[in-house]
Every structure is written in structure tokens, then in C-alpha cells.
């Protein structure tokens, strides 16, 4: 595994300041930033101190961009300071080749999610998802060490990132273990912030808020389907709010350190019938219909593969929806005269009709946009509704 480590010091780009005050400025001007006191915190926190190295695929390779690469330096530097996502922690699976562990978050995307929460002077809050610091190290600049935890399941992710904010001479509470469970010994927080996507959202995170605070996660079946959600606790038995209206991606939570173990792809097998059928549903459902897919997405299991088949000299034939128990759907993009799509599925299970089943409902509720739809979390259920919990439109399993 490749870990990222301290090691820079200021100096490294010395106009860092001029660098973070643009960024900050951008940030405003997208409509990404207002307060004041997230302005200052971008302005004068480094970022470049918590993203001394960054990762890229690049001609189909993965390349390092160093601060202390002579050969990556430059972009590195004039990288850092932008509006990016950067990935800072790979692991190579033998398999499935080089897995995202870690990264520093769009800046915008950081600062949008920390005004939403309304967080005041004297709130304390808990991070889910360490990360490189720097989302704790903006917290702590607003609102002091006392008041700010922040949990990775990565040790070297955690070490590292106090040592950097000791740098700036922060020390809020770093701890290394699994955020799904919260942080019991330090709670109730007025805040929580996950930073890592969950299939739902942990109990754990709703007992340990008080009541009147709010949560922000991304709620997400698997690849494509999953959206921030907006939570405040009402009562001491729920939680409840809208989704982003946005809309924004986060990596997984896993469970252990490193890569998940991958749950291998078994072949389709050959004794069982291929079933053909006809559909008047987009087949690129999965990238143009993201509230269907959500929908669809529950159904599947959080292991799912989406993606096109084809000749490459001629472009993508059909899309297919794979999970790991062989089954396959393989919906062809062209239509017939009628303005059919042929479906063709092998496998133990036809997977295409969740995604008929999540158009139908989302159609029957009105086609809803993400902001129509609301959370509702108790300790036994989770429901997602239309505008009112009086029109539930699906129930999450909680894990
Ligand atoms: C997008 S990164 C977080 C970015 C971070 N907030 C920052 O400012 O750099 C997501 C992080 O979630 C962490 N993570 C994954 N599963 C976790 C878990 N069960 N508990 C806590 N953190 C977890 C990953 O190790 C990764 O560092």
C-alpha cells in the first residue's frame, strides 16, 4: 500500500497564501462559499501541507505528483491550490488494479457541506473520515481543538494527519477506528460530517447527536447511486431531512483498513437459459437517471458493475448491469422499429427489472428530483418519502 507522509514544510510553496486567498475567492464567486469564518479558514489553512503527494491515472498509468519529485513538482503545486479532488492513498489489487483509499475533497464541495451544517462558535462536531486533516484542520480553525474528533479506519491516515495539524499547532481529538460506530466516549456532538458514502445511515451517528443537531452524509447503494443527505435529529427516536439538491460523491465506508476483499465475479453458467425482453426504459439509466438508479440500486447489492459493451472501433453496443453471482443484463442502446431496447439477461437473477420497477414508482410519485425526497431514520427503519413521510416511496435495509 502506498501511505502518504508528513514531510513538507511551508516553504514548499511559498506564496501559499496568495494561492489559498485565490482559492477562497473562487469559491465565493462559484456560490460555493459566503461565511466569513469558512473563508478564513480556507485562506489560512495550507493545503498543500495535507496534500504533499497526489495521484492520477494518466495514459493508462497511475502517476505520483510530489513535492519532492523535481519531474511532478511544478503540476503538483499548481494543482494543489485548485478546486480538485486529489487522491493521496492507492492500494493495487491484483484483480482489480489500483483502489482509491483516500483523498483530499473538492474544496467546494468541503466548504458547500460545512455551511449547510450551520455550524456556530461553540458547537463541537465529529468528522467521519480523517482523511489528509484538512477538513479537520478548517473545523479547528473555526472552532478550536476542544471542539472538534475526526475518526479514519486508516492508522497511517490518522497518525500523519495529527502531525500535520500539529504543524499548524492544532490538536483537535484523532481517533483511528471504525466511524460507523461513532465516537460513544466523546458524545453527544452538535454536528456530524461523514466524508466516507454508507448504504445508511448508522444509528449509532443519530444517538450520538443532540437533539436539534444535524447530520451530513452520502447515502449510497453503490456506484452512480447515492446522494448528501440533509438529517436533523427531531426526537430522540428520529432523524429525518432532505437530499442535497446538488448532489455529491463520496468513497465508501469499509468496515478494516485497506482494500475490501473484492467479492469475486463468478461466470454466468452456461446451464441456465438466457432470457430475452424488450424495454421502452433508457438503458443508460445508470448515468442519465440518477433518483431510478438510486431506486433501482438498493435491490442490487452494493457489489454491482455498470458499463457498456461493444466493439471498441465501433462504440459502446449496449449497457450491462453485472452483480457477483454471475447474473447479467444487457440492454441494447439502439432500438427496433417500435422504439424497443432488447434486453438479454443470463444468470441466476434478472437484474433489468429493478430498474423497470424503480421507473415505474418514481413515475407514480411524479418523478420527484432529489430535493423532493426526504429521510426519515428510527432505530428499526428508514424511509424514503415525497415531501411528506405520508408518501413513502422506498425503505433502505439498515446495515
Ligand atoms: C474522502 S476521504 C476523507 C477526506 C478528509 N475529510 C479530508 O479532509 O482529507 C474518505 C476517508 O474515509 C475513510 N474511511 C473509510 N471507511 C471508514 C470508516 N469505517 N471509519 C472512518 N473512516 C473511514 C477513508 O480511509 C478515507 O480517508
Redesign the pocket.
Known sequence: MTTSTTGIGLGSIPDWRDRSTALAAGLVAAGKLSSPQWRAAVENVPRHL?VPRFYRHRDGRMITFSADDPRTRQEWADTVYTNTALVT?VDQDEHAGPVF?????TPGL?TRMLEALDIHDGHTVL??????????AWLTHRLGDKHVYS????PG?VDTARARLAQLGYRPTLVT????AGLPDHAPFDRIIA??SVPSIPWAWIEQTHIGGRILADVRAGTNAGNLVHLTRTARDRAEGNFDATGAT??S???HPGADSRIPYTRTSTDLPATTSTTTRDPRTPWTQPVVWFLAAMHLGSSYRIGYAGDPNDGPRAATITTPDGSRAEITLATDRRGHHTVRETGPVRLWRHVEHAHHIWDQAGQPPWNRLGLLVTPDKQTIYVDTIDAPLATIQPT
Do not use: P, V
Not at 468528522?127 to 479537520?136: S, V
Not at 477506528?177 to 460507523?180: A, P, Y
Open positions: 495535507f492513498l483509499l483516500s483523498s483530499s475533497s468541503m468528522e467521519i473520515g480523517t482523511g489528509t486533516g484538512l477538513n479537520a475518526i479514519d479506519i486508516e491516515l477506528g471504525d466511524g460507523s466524508t466516507c463520496f468513497m465506508l469499509r468496515h
